[in-house]
């Protein structure tokens, strides 16, 4: 199994800004890695059952658990280069910490890696998507976080597909997993801008005509969100906002892997380890893995 990365770091402007907490795998100092994590710990505009700020770190515990060879893909992990950086201080003033997550991404990508996210509430992704231009979004999520504001926030952790429309444009996002909706969102002239693909319609149609549909509408530079109540609660049940009838474990790895060698951002968000059994903590952990194995598989080819 894995061990906790060795502590060398040559990027100064941006350990100033982390813990020393690190992830199974990481043993990649900062300017040799391909793939640097980071955790952010903030959950204030959650409207449920806050707790998502303890997650990166549960996240990192489950995921010592797992064996470094990922054998679906034939991959050592160990061989990857990760880097974790640890977590962000916490935080209370939402502006604040989406402009702490704007810079790290930023100076991440600039160095020409792949920025890893774990949140945290579902609203950090917005911080990180102020980076990029001219991609499209995959986000699994079972609410369609498309209010205009909620709680008097526009960074509200439900406004987080509207923001992301304003950012990337129409017809740039693909939401799947949807199960929870608004008539104040549905209603909309901007809804239709996003094609929201609901659980419901997974299940008639199939994963692998989603994964089709995916693969026609998403460009070669893919940002990648998971929110975790876009699982069914039956596979992650700490979440902050759990919701009946939800996607597969198997449904939310087919759709990353297929894609993974587009991906040059990925985040985890709205994990709640406070009402978790364990499962929600090791299947986020497991994902990282897909990800990387995955991406790592696709471009040895």
């Not at 209010?147 to 987080?160: F, I, L, P, Q, W």
């Not at 740039?172 to 801008?193: D, F, L």
């Not at 297929?258 to 990925?266: A, E, L, Q």
């Amino acid at each position: 199994m894995g061990s906790y990365g060795k502590k060398e770091d040559n990027a100064t402007e941006l350990m100033s800004h982390f813990s020393n907490l690190k992830i199974a795998d990481a043993l990649s100092g900062y300017s040799d890695a391909d793939y640097v994590i980071f955790g952010v710990p903030f959950d204030n505009t959650s409207s449920f059952r806050r707790g998502s700020r303890y997650a990166p770190n549960s996240i990192r515990f489950a995921y010592d658990n797992l064996e470094s060879y990922e054998v679906n893909y034939g991959i050592n992990l160990l061989d990857a280069k990760i880097c974790d950086l640890g977590d962000l201080p916490v935080y209370e003033d939402v502006d604040y910490i989406l402009s702490e997550v704007e810079t790290v991404t930023g100076t991440i990508l600039h160095d020409k890696k792949i920025p890893i996210m774990l949140g945290g509430e579902h609203s950090l992704t917005v911080g990180a998507l102020r980076n990029f231009k001219d991609i499209t979004m995959v986000i699994i999520d079972a609410h369609s976080d498309f209010r205009d504001s909620y709680m008097d926030n526009k960074y509200n952790h439900a406004c987080v597909t509207r923001r992301a429309l304003e950012l990337l444009g129409e017809d740039k996002i693909i939401s799947v997993g949807t199960r929870s909706t608004s008539y104040e969102e549905i209603s909309s002239k901007e809804y239709e801008k996003v094609r929201f693909i609901s659980a419901n319609e997974v299940r008639a149609s199939g994963i692998e005509k989603v994964i089709e549909e995916i693969m026609e509408k998403t460009s070669e530079r893919v940002y990648f969100s998971i929110d975790m109540d876009g699982f069914d609660p039956a596979y992650a049940p700490g979440v902050g906002t759990p919701e009946p009838y939800g996607l597969t474990s198997y449904d939310v790895r087919s759709i990353l892997t297929s894609i993974s060698d587009r991906i040059v951002g990925f985040d985890i968000n709205e994990m709640t380890p406070l009402y978790d059994n364990g499962n929600t903590s090791m299947l986020a952990a497991k994902l990282i893995q897909d990800f990387i194995a995955s991406r790592e598989k696709a471009i040895q080819k």
